[in-house]
């Protein structure tokens, strides 16, 4: 436990003269009042506690577990909330850095130096103008170095920390700094074989019945999306509560999704969503543990979104085949097709910053992984045989969709005079079909395009070339 070797952080549980019984673990101080106390995590708001946890009270006062039960359960919410103290940006990084709330990664944006407009889903969600579009026409106003390229500008002093472009980012640009990813991973483990209920930081906590195996985390429910869903559901092996009085609509599609994604594979809803004390109270009595759904791969700190929750979804997919669970407007899941003009230019390659689109260099063949694909579209444009199509048709429930499958394939083209090869056959071929055609009928310079950089000085130039040869 990482507080045994920083005697300084503590945690703090000031005593509540409703509940003078409880009595939490040892390593938690029991204070009479809410003095202050330089501290990492307290139960209520204290001049030097990093961190509030209101769940603690909350758990307190409702929770049906013996003395023994609610003191393990009060350990693992204190150390829920001093992992999220432990991954956020330290104090000098979060004042070197001009965003606060979340922090932005530009070379993963699906809008940003873009010549098409992509994305700008968090632009849409934004209540306060903090994310905006700048076309090219106003960088290029605002003096910002653009041609024909998109910049997406970061206010970070008009963000109200509401968390919807969170959830809604789909290549994972926008990190959000009191709870990433990676501390989702970390928290979720300590909630195996509890029901989770998530208790939105900006909603009034009921007085409810709380069975024993719920175990409560509050937290801005606005970033919670698939991925973050996912990982708690696999974690805990239970199914999900979220209490909120609203919800943005990146979650509100994370959630459908990953309901249709349950009712497929087990036949039950994955989060059991309340926006009223009536709804928590129902749903609080129908959520299960469900003891065959637990998966806990190691924490991956590296991965994109897209990416963990593939691997989360393959698992429980394995080598079954469940069908399609379409997607919405904002959390956007499908494929591409390419058809049979690709030259393997490659372009398309290039274009995709998700790494659903790549290339077996060795063998000459184009893949594609839907899972790792966010619909953004940028292939199809970029494409300038325009093979490329779009469809934005949900997730297939299918082991293929988890793996690159080949889109194109291609053999090398070995020079008609050395042998040696000098690119893929479909793009030769196409060169030299364009460029036959300007030649008019001058055999010596049509011959020089089926043959590699070195042969066609001599093509050129030696008259002992035998072009009908290469002509062949
Ligand atoms: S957290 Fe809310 S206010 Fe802040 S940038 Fe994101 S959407 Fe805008
Ligand atoms: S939602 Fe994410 S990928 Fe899309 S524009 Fe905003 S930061 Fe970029
Ligand atoms: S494959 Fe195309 S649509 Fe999918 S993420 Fe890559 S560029 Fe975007």
């Given at each position: 436990m990482w507080w045994k070797n920083n005697p300084l952080l503590e945690f703090v549980y000031v005593k509540d003269p409703k509940h003078p019984l409880v009595a939490p673990h040892e390593h938690i101080v029991v204070q009479d009042t809410p003095a202050p106390a330089d501290c990492v995590v307290s139960n209520v708001a204290l001049k030097g506690a990093k961190r509030v946890a209101p769940e603690i009270n909350f758990l307190i006062a409702n929770s049906t577990q013996s003395p023994l039960e609610l003191a393990a359960s009060l350990s693992l919410i204190y150390e829920a909330h001093g992992l999220q103290f432990d991954f956020a940006p330290t104090q000098q990084e979060a004042t070197q850095s001009v965003l606060e709330v979340f922090t932005y990664n530009?070379?993963?944006?699906?809008?940003?130096?873009?010549?098409?407009?992509?994305?700008g889903k968090c632009t849409e969600v934004c209540?306060?103008?903090a994310i905006t579009k700048l076309d090219p026409e106003i960088a290029k106003s605002k003096g910002l170095e653009c041609i024909d390229n998109r910049h997406l500008e970061i206010n970070q002093q008009d963000c109200i920390d509401c968390g919807r472009c969170i959830a809604v980012c789909p290549s994972g640009s926008l990190h959000y700094n009191a709870l990433s990813l990676e501390c989702m991973q970390a928290i979720a483990k300590l909630y195996q074989g509890y029901i989770p209920l998530l208790l939105d930081k900006n909603t009034d906590l009921p007085t409810i019945p709380l069975k024993k195996e719920v175990l409560p985390l509050s937290l801005n429910a606005n970033i919670l999306e698939q991925t973050y869903l996912l990982t708690l559901l696999q974690e805990s092996g239970a199914q999900v509560v979220l209490y909120a009085k609203e919800l943005g609509v990146g979650t509100l599609e994370s959630i459908t999704l990953l309901n249709g994604i349950y009712e497929k594979i087990y036949q039950k809803k994955a989060v059991l969503c309340a926006f009223s004390p009536d709804e928590l109270k129902t749903c609080l009595e129908h959520a299960q543990i469900l003891e065959h759904t637990r998966f806990s791969p190691p924490t991956t700190p590296t991965h994109t979104k897209r990416d963990l929750f593939a691997k989360r979804l393959a698992h429980m997919v394995g080598e079954g085949g469940f069908g399609q669970v379409p997607c919405g407007d904002f959390i956007r899941y499908g494929h591409i097709k390419i058809f049979e003009?690709?030259?393997?230019?490659?372009a398309c390659v290039g274009a995709?910053?998700?790494?659903a689109l790549s290339i077996d260099g060795n063998d000459y063949r184009l893949l594609f992984n839907p899972s790792l694909c966010?619909?953004?579209?940028?292939?199809v444009p970029t494409c300038p045989e325009k093979c490329l199509e779009l469809e934005r048709d949900g997730i297939h429930l299918h082991p293929s969709y988890f793996t690159p499958q080949v889109m194109a394939q291609d053999n090398l083209f070995a020079c008609r005079m050395c042998g040696k090869a000098m690119g893929t056959t479909k793009s030769v071929l196409k060169i030299a079909k364009f460029m036959e055609a300007r030649f008019q009928g001058d055999t010596r310079r049509i011959a020089s395009l089926y043959v590699c950089a070195d042969c066609k000085v001599k093509v050129m130039l030696?008259?002992?070339?035998d072009i009908s040869a290469i002509l062949r």
């Open positions: 530009s070379t993963i944006c699906q809008y940003h130096q873009r010549r098409v407009e992509c994305c209540p306060t103008l003009s690709c030259t393997l230019c490659l995709c910053n998700t790494n966010t619909t953004c579209g940028y292939c030696e008259d002992i070339v």
